[in-house]
């Protein structure tokens, strides 16, 4: 059997349950979420936003589906590029790749763009009355760049160890901080938030509960650890389903606490608030409370910016491997056993992305940008996968119609409400991510394209050497 050159592998058995449990709830970002798309769906939800967070956790179960079940029967550090290519065909997969790919990086973009020039500065502003000054969120962001670029390269174990600590105090944060509103507010908590009564009908909470489903999708990234992974079949499989319940749960009783404690009538004025969480927090458990949790609200963006690096890099050191790709990404550390060129390159051109949407536009359009671009390309990504996954089950005559066909087209169904509600009508400056997003598929499809009519025999290495790797992993070898 043909052999993944030990130089060109990532390190074995560096990531159990626990670890990557840390790094799909940190693709997700809890506390990082609840400052940003939360507020976000607040904003046509309204008093109704924990019945969209409630509705929401049907949405994302149905979502996670699709890499569940690929993950029962093909792991790789190629997560999306190796199921679809392996199961469902390699140009097929060879196109979900890069999509994917383009939208994990943009996620590195829109973070570290959101952290350092909007959220810092608004929580400055509202709480000092200090204005930092308009650029200086540039050193802000280089600095933040630079740590995680870092901690990225030194190995998938310090990433994914801080990923889990910071993860589970976030978790905890959230979940002290919902139950003393809930308590103090006593006779005054009511059922009323989880009716469309406050939204003035099922519009705005439909809208409020695309976002949230966005809130919550982060998890499937943990997909690409699966060479990284002890026993990897098992474990990513369980670390995706624990991980949506865990945060599922905390940001319905997360999103409950806000909305009780900001107003159920007043909150038409959250959204455009540019702290509310941190303004709830202040109110009812003091402004120590509050400085601690902004402190962990930047902790979890900072992980919710490592998690997506370690994905992209992986994503698209995993395609070069197979020749599909720049070479240069292909390497691994001798030492570290990282993709580390990718990873330092990866981060480089994020940084000046997100620089020059942030001076052209500024942060928070730039954000907003950034953001969009990077949702138009996952959803596009999680549709056809959804098809990848019912001709990829039905190709290993392993089909199930519930569970490969039918959930499947329920998600893709979600999805496509949820891009309607997302991009229409479309509006400064999110019609230009779009527009980006969709130049971006069509030149992925047309070079993907063109390169299998010119190299028939090397498209057909997609996901390959993911697969040989995985089949020693299987036999016991590594």
Not at 116 to 134: D, K, R
Not at 211 to 226: C, E
Not at 232 to 239: D, E, G, T
Request: proline fraction near 5%; charge should be positive.
């Amino acid at each position: 059997m043909e052999k993944v050159s030990e130089s060109k592998r990532l390190k074995r058995n560096a990531a159990g349950f626990y670890p990557l449990l840390g790094q799909a709830i940190a693709m997700i970002s809890p506390l990082g979420a609840v400052a940003a798309t939360m507020t976000g769906a607040a904003g046509y939800a309204l008093g109704s936003l924990p019945l969209a967070y409630v509705i929401s956790i049907i949405g994302v179960l149905i979502w996670i589906n699709t890499p569940y079940q690929f993950s029962k029967k093909i792991n790789g550090a190629g997560g999306f590029y190796t199921f679809n290519s392996q199961g469902a065909g390699p140009r097929y997969g060879l196109i979900i790749g890069y999509m994917m790919w383009f939208s994990y990086f943009m996620v590195i973009t829109n973070a570290i763009l959101f952290t350092s020039g909007v959220f810092i500065p608004g929580t400055i502003s509202y709480f000092l009355g200090i204005n930092i000054g308009n650029y200086t969120w540039i050193p802000i962001m280089t600095a933040f760049l630079i740590i995680i670029t870092i901690i990225a390269y030194l190995g998938i174990k310090p990433s994914l160890a801080y990923s889990f600590t910071a993860s589970a105090i976030e978790i905890i944060l959230l979940i002290i901080t919902s139950i003393v509103i809930i308590v103090a507010l006593g006779p005054k908590n009511t059922y009323v938030p989880f009716t469309t009564g406050p939204a003035h009908g099922f519009a705005g909470v439909g809208v409020g509960m695309v976002l949230a489903i966005f809130s919550m999708s982060g998890s499937s990234a943990v997909v690409t650890l699966g060479e990284e992974a002890k026993q990897p079949r098992k474990n990513i499989k369980k670390a995706l389903l624990i991980s949506f319940l865990i945060t599922g749960v905390v940001f319905v009783l997360t999103s409950y606490a806000l909305t009780v404690g900001w107003g159920i009538n007043r909150m038409n004025k959250f959204a455009a608030s540019s702290v509310p969480g941190l303004i709830v927090a202040d109110k009812f458990l003091g402004l120590p409370f509050t400085i601690l949790l902004f402190v962990f609200i930047i902790n979890s963006l900072f992980a919710g910016s490592l998690a997506p690096l370690n994905t992209s890099s992986r994503m698209i050191f995993s395609m070069s491997r197979d020749g599909l790709g720049p070479s240069l990404f292909s390497r691994v550390h001798p030492k570290h056993k990282t993709p580390y060129i990718a990873i330092i390159i990866i981060a480089a051109v994020a940084y000046f992305i997100s620089l020059i949407a942030g001076i052209l536009i500024g942060p928070y359009d730039g954000f907003v940008y950034l953001v969009s671009a990077s949702s138009a390309a996952l959803f596009i990504g999680h549709i056809l996968s959804n098809f990848g996954l019912t001709k990829t089950y039905m190709r290993l005559k392993a089909f199930k119609p519930t569970l490969h066909l039918i959930i499947p087209l329920i998600a893709t169904i979600i999805l496509l409400i949820a891009m309607y509600y997302s991009f229409n009508p479309p509006a400064y400056p999110v019609d230009y991510s779009i527009i980006t997003a969709i130049v971006f598929i069509i030149l992925t499809l047309i070079a993907v394209l063109i390169y299998a009519k010119k190299h028939p025999d090397k498209i057909k290495n997609a996901g390959k050497s993911d697969m040989l790797v995985q089949d020693e992993l299987m036999e016991g070898k590594l």
